[in-house]
């Protein structure tokens, strides 16, 4: 009797381990955007609301920062240290994203684009 009783409930949690992995969220889309003087690459980048991405900076050959404040995004990078972060954007719009450390005479002109649909 107690021997079908332990049975019945490793099936019960196994059951209910396999339930749950099944329930997890999958893993977000990554979108890695390198920064090097004076250019993010890509300069565009389209996001689906209510995606779970995961934005990647890199740098390619000195401190640079992502800024993006309707997005929550302010990440900074240096050669060979980049920076991320998980976000679910949940409202659609066409966003500016500006360098925010500076890195010489054309860092005004490193913007980039991130529209969310």
Known sequence: MKRTIVVIAIIVVLIAATQLGLAQEPAPRVVEIT???????????????????TIRLVSTDRAHGLLVKPLGLDLDADGGKPSEKTITPDTAGTFPAICDHYCGSGHGNMKMTITVE
């Open 35 to 53: 920064a090097k003087r004076f250019e993010f690459n890509p300069k565009q980048i389209t996001l689906k609301r209510g995606e779970r991405v």
